[in-house]
């Protein structure tokens, strides 16, 4: 087992020190060390940093990875396993596998991803609602969820309770998306998918469920659509809609004309990237695991992005091979991609890979062992309980894992090939292909030194069309297979790499660069008369303007003898991009339709899925959407999604909304005495700080905030999140108001007059942003409000960037932040996702 604690003489550096070290690892990319440091730095939860560099995090990750490798033979040293993680360079494990890796600090699973569900066709209210606490468990763990919910009875049919007939699925997509945005991941929400199949009765109130305001904001919705209602929608003929879905003896069946849902489902997509597609009957028939459906392994839905499809309490943990680095000699004329090399270490991937679910087995014993140790009813603990030992259960029988890769759009350009031409698109199948091959081919010899994963049955997979198609390509590797098994179900996916992007310095996943030049800025000290002031934005502050080089388009400057330090005018930017191998293959210049064909030839040699986004022109039609879904599923693609420019910027209504365009809807016009509230808590120029929010319908109705832990604040235990803000009068007549929650024994605790706990002035500017919250500003504009704030005294200017940070967190996700600039390109172009602002132009995201 790991250590479970860290020696009290181990040495902890500040923010600053980390991050000053960590700028100098990344050469200067500020970008970078934030992200390393805010995310992947080892840290206890009081803040303290343990990690100086990337380095003492890949050292804490090759430790552990290496003495998983002792209990086999022929072990990895732990200088070979650093040797392949270290710079970002080869391997990269992805999120909950690069944080969770020997931390003591964290009772958390390593999994990215999970896929929960009731096992069989119950939709009683005890089975859904069990579903939305095991939801909860996992999210609380750092994990990404998805379930289905093609097993809820459609609305009206007859229940036997008091309600005497069912809601239907909308009403729980509400509630499980509600649970999610209740949930924090260490300063983030908690990532769901909800997944419906086109079969059911309710499948168009599920298409249209996010269409409304406010509704659904705490998931991603995809529906699961079969052949039949693809050949239905190019025939323009009938499709019959079954309850329960595809029963040959149906309680609820009706025939409906497939296009006009098929148009709904491309609208709703063009409007707002929702609902994606999932091609079902291609997942289920592509699916190794399906072939032990009779064990446990049909696929029920997929993870958050929808690159794992899943059986019911299966995990997967995520791995990056990073493509970029294996192009020799990059962007001259004689580069070459070293083959070799690459095999090489996509076998050590999948080793890796291996390993980590070893790890993965520790960890889920810590949380049993957590779980089994708290102090609460054993009828409490059940469903928790039982939720992991299945989770368990499913890792250590199927061992299932998800290496896949970042920088593709890198590795073309430094071979001298155009993203998205016919060319590019070939080599990228045979790089995808080499993967599969050397990743099953290694799997097979962990088997023979670990033993097969343990339902391995090869006459179950034998007609597997994936499985076919390696024995085709290397029928050695097939005859090998047979003979000694595979120690792991399932081996590849492509996820999307934002932050591990980032740290790599390169293009993501399989996508194409973003922009290989873009303008950034840099905010100018009031007292430094040197520097260049190119912009004054609307509040007066000043701005210096300098260019920024995605890294490795710097690098193809570097490598043509072109100047990197020099002030370029626009025309020679246009001009030097137009000469790089990056000219025309930009994420918005890349021919869609070939990006929907090199997702399907791809597809076929990787046995889960890919995270891929058509990125298309704000002016593209709804016509071409409709056209590129279809030409996705003829050319085997699993799933699909589209995001057409802008399409997110504003939140739709729904066609019987009667309600007066721009008018506010305003809280109740007396304060009630009970508030739900949320605590949050955040950290600014050294400083804790803590802020209690009032909440009406989950959104925020009233702000009370300042400094924590000091004389002047208020203390309050770390694991307290939520409770309630109470209106109340003191012995004196005088109106206050208190906090309740309860603590870990389940009594009620309560922190009386919060309205003396904090600093007048801060109580009084809180009491204007309330003012502003009751009459029903939206968050957005709220929050544009706090930000224009000019102040002069430094540490209210710290509450204030302090309530701004604490109410994005309500901002419903791909609303457009009205009137700000990128810092990186100065683009207006930013909307929040998940309280933090992104850029759509150049992807940079800012949660300051």
């Known amino acids: 087992m790991q250590n479970t604690k860290v020696r009290s003489h181990k040495k902890t550096y500040s923010q600053d020190e980390a991050f000053k070290a960590s700028l100098d690892y990344f050469n200067g990319d500020d970008l970078a060390a934030m992200v390393w440091v805010n995310k992947y730095a080892l840290k206890d939860s009081e803040g303290n940093i343990y990690e100086k560099t990337p380095d003492d995090m890949h050292n804490r990750i090759a430790e552990e990875i290496s003495r998983i490798e002792k209990k086999y033979p022929n072990p990895l040293t732990k200088k070979e396993v650093f040797d392949l993680i270290k710079n970002f360079r080869y391997i990269v494990p992805q999120g909950s596998p690069m944080a969770g890796i020997g931390n003591p600090f964290q009772i958390a699973s390593l999994s990215n991803c999970f896929v929960i569900g009731t096992e069989g066709k119950s939709d009683s209210y005890g089975a859904i609602m069990k579903i939305d606490q095991e939801q909860v468990q996992l999210m609380k763990r750092r994990g990404g969820v998805g379930h289905d919910l093609s097993h809820i009875r459609p609305k009206g049919s007859p229940v036997k309770n008091s309600a005497l007939t069912s809601t239907g699925l909308v009403p729980f997509m509400e509630r499980y998306s509600n649970s999610t945005r209740e949930v924090a991941q260490d300063g983030r929400r908690g990532a769901l998918m909800?997944?419906?199949?086109?079969?059911?009765?309710?499948?168009?109130?599920?298409?249209?469920?996010?269409?409304?305001?406010?509704?659904?904001?705490?998931?991603?919705?995809?529906v699961r659509i079969d052949d039949g209602f693809m050949q239905a929608v190019e025939s323009e003929g009938a499709y019959v809609q079954k309850f329960p879905v595809f029963s040959e003896k149906p309680k609820v069946s009706k025939s409906i004309e497939a296009k006009p849902l098929w148009d709904k489902i491309v609208n709703n997509a063009w409007q707002s990237a929702e609902p994606g597609i999932l091609f079902w009957d291609t997942i289920s028939r592509e699916s190794i695991p399906d072939c032990y459906a009779d064990f446990g392994y049909r696929t029920v839905s997929t993870n958050p992005c929808g690159e794992i499809p899943l059986c019911p309490y299966d995990s997967c943990r995520l791995l990056a091979i990073n493509l970029f680095s294996y192009v020799e000699q990059p962007f001259t004329k004689e580069a070459t991609f070293n083959f070799e090399l690459f095999k090489k270490h996509v076998a050590f991937a999948q080793r890796i890979m291996d390993d980590i679910i070893d790890l993965e087995l520790e960890k889920i014993d810590?949380?049993?062992?957590?779980?089994?140790?708290?102090?609460?009813?054993?009828?409490?603990?059940?469903?928790?309980?039982s939720l992991w030992n299945k989770i368990r259960h499913k890792a250590h029988e199927g061992r299932r894992t998800g290496i896949g890769i970042t920088a593709e759009g890198d590795m073309l350009a430094a071979l001298g090939l155009r993203y998205g031409s016919e060319i590019a698109?070939?080599?990228?199948?045979?790089?995808?292909?080499?993967?599969?091959?050397?990743?099953y081919r290694a799997s097979v010899e962990t088997a023979k030194e670990r033993g097969a994963f343990g339902i391995y049955d090869a006459e179950l997979e034998k007609d597997n069309p994936f499985i076919q198609r390696l024995r085709k390509a290397d029928e050695k590797l097939y005859y090998e297979m047979l003979e000694h098994g595979r120690r792991n179900i399932a081996l590849l996916t492509i996820a999307p790499t934002g932050t591990t992007s980032l740290m790599t310095q390169?293009?993501?996943?399989?996508?194409?660069?973003?922009?290989?030049?873009?303008?950034?800025?840099?905010?100018?000290?009031?007292?430094?008369?040197?520097a260049k002031v190119d912009f004054v934005d609307e509040v007066g502050d000043s701005w210096e303007e300098y260019i920024v080089f995605h890294h490795r388009f710097k690098q193809w400057m570097e490598v043509q003898g072109i100047a990197t330090d020099k002030d370029y005018s626009q025309e020679e930017l246009d001009d030097l991009i137009k000469k790089s191998p990056y000219y025309r293959a930009t994420s918005n210049d890349v021919d869609w339709l070939s990006k929907?064909?090199?997702?399907?030839?791809?597809?076929?040699?990787v046995d889960h899925s890919i995270s891929v986004t058509i990125n298309l022109p704000n002016d593209a039609s709804k016509e071409l959407v409709g056209k590129l879904y279809l030409e996705a599923w003829k050319s085997g693609c699993k799933g699909v999604t589209v995001y057409r420019d802008g399409s997110r910027s504003g939140v739709l209504i729904s066609a019987d909304d009667k309600?007066?365009?721009?008018?506010?809807?305003?809280?109740?016009?007396?304060?009630?005495?009970?508030?739900?509230?949320d605590?949050?808590?955040?950290?600014?120029?050294?400083?804790?700080?803590?802020?209690?929010?009032?909440?009406?319908?989950?959104k925020p109705y009233e702000i009370f905030t300042g400094l924590a832990d000091d004389e002047d604040g208020i203390l309050l235990p770390r694991w307290v999140t939520e409770g309630m803000i109470i209106k109340n009068r003191d012995e004196e007549g005088v109106s206050r108001y208190d906090f309740q929650f309860k603590n870990k024994r389940g009594y009620k605790t309560t922190i009386e007059g919060l309205s003396h706990k904090f600093d007048p002035e801060y109580w009084n500017y809180a009491k204007l942003i309330s003012g502003t919250l009751r009459h029903g500003m939206p968050i957005e504009n709220v929050v544009d409000v706090i930000n224009s704030l000019q102040l002069d005294s430094e540490s209210i200017n710290t509450w204030k960037n302090g309530v701004a940070r604490a109410l994005k967190r309500y901002v419903a996700d791909g609303t457009l932040a009205k009137g700000q600039k990128c810092d990186n390109c100065s683009s207006g172009n930013l909307i929040y996702q998940e309280g933090c602002l992104t850029c759509k132009d150049c992807g940079s995201s800012k949660c300051g």
Do not use: C, M
Request: charge should be negative.
């Open 366 to 385: 810590a949380i049993l062992d957590k779980i089994n140790s708290d102090p609460e009813l054993e009828e409490t603990k059940a469903v928790e309980l």
């Open 659 to 677: 309600k007066e365009e721009g008018k506010l809807n305003p809280f109740p016009t007396k304060r009630p005495q009970v508030l739900q509230a």
């Open 679 to 698: 605590v949050v808590r955040f950290q600014n120029n050294k400083e804790k700080w803590i802020a209690f929010i009032g909440l009406i319908d989950d």
């Open 596 to 605: 929907v064909h090199l997702q399907g030839a791809v597809q076929k040699w």
């Open 194 to 222: 909800l997944s419906a199949s086109i079969n059911h009765p309710d499948a168009e109130d599920f298409i249209d469920a996010k269409t409304e305001q406010g509704k659904v904001t705490g998931a991603n919705i995809s």
């Open 506 to 530: 390169t293009t993501s996943g399989i996508e194409p660069v973003f922009l290989p030049v873009y303008k950034r800025r840099r905010k100018v000290n009031p007292n430094d008369r040197a």
């Open 425 to 439: 698109n070939e080599f990228s199948v045979e790089v995808h292909k080499t993967i599969a091959l050397e990743a």
